[in-house]
């Protein structure tokens, strides 16, 4: 199963982990539930109790957390943010207490966080141990197609001159390209690109964050890129299918605590997940990250083009 993705993302995460309580949240429409307010019973109440909507601290997910947010609020949930709040663990000792009531996760990097000896890598395996793995008190909802999960890519320019649609097409090229990638790539990949699809690169490149530039200038051919990279739109990059599932499911999903949302509030989160897919994803994190538009404006949006805003 992939880590690569969630865990250099979701770590500068950890690196916040020893932050208290006290951390400081942003988007609030009252008390800082992680201070032990009011809003610790509200968030575990039944039905017209409020429902708060976290975040962590990186820009895809306060999207996602505003997503969610707008979808509950359009169909009469009580709703508060509290968005950019820091690390997953942080983050789910907090849905746990009931301080936090949705969080919008990535199911295959929450399984590893909870279970760091699981090999499910198929959406359905993640989901089913997740299930059973999760406390009683918390649960998913229903996954959505949108994945943030690490891809190997291509530019549009050799994908349709070597015919490229899935790693496995790959075979045939490897020896004449350069991958590239974060420096732990070639030691965590290498061999298992070999064993599972047979491929042995002409060299291996340490590109890092640059990798998608990496890719628009020719310098490798091969590169690890972030599903929901907003670059992949804007240089045209084609990430390959898969097939083999080297690289785990990364599904976006709603992690709840269950005493805190009602039919109503599963429905609305269930329907969001029903439209979003990756394409989706890149599509909005291009408007967030490159055109530097206001998250919640995005989301807005994409609720009001999907019908659930």
Known sequence: ???????????????????????????????????????????????????????????????????????????????????????????????QSGNLT???????????????????????????????????????????????KDSLSVTQETADKDNLKSIADLAAKAGEYTIGGPPEFKSRREQQLKDVYGLTFKEWKPTGDATANALKDGSIQVGNVFTTDPKIVQYKLVP???????????????????????ATATAALNAVSAKLDTAGLVALMKRVSVDKEDPSAVAKDWLKSNGLG
């Open 240 to 262: 390959l299918a898969d097939p083999k599932n080297i690289f785990g499911a990364q599904n976006v999903t709603p992690l709840v605590n269950k005493a805190g949302v009602d």
């Open 102 to 148: 949705v969080l919008p996760e990535y199911n295959g990097s929450l399984l590893a966080y909870l279970d760091a000896k699981s090999t499910a890598v198929t959406t359905q395996d993640v989901n089913a141990e997740l299930a059973k793995t999760l406390p009683a008190t918390l649960g998913i909802l229903e996954s959505s197609p949108a994945e943030d």
């Open 1 to 95: 199963m992939s880590t690569i993705n969630r865990s250099r993302r979701v770590a500068a995460l950890g690196t916040l982990a020893a932050l208290t309580l006290g951390a400081t949240a942003c988007g609030s429409s009252g008390g800082n539930p992680l201070d032990g307010g009011s809003s610790a019973s509200a968030a575990t109440g039944g039905s017209g109790s409020t429902v708060v909507v976290g975040s962590a601290n990186f820009p895809e997910n306060v999207l996602l957390g505003s997503i969610y947010s707008q979808a509950l609020k359009a169909k009469g949930v009580k709703v508060q943010e509290k968005f950019n709040i820091g690390s997953r663990e942080v983050l789910y000792g907090q849905l």
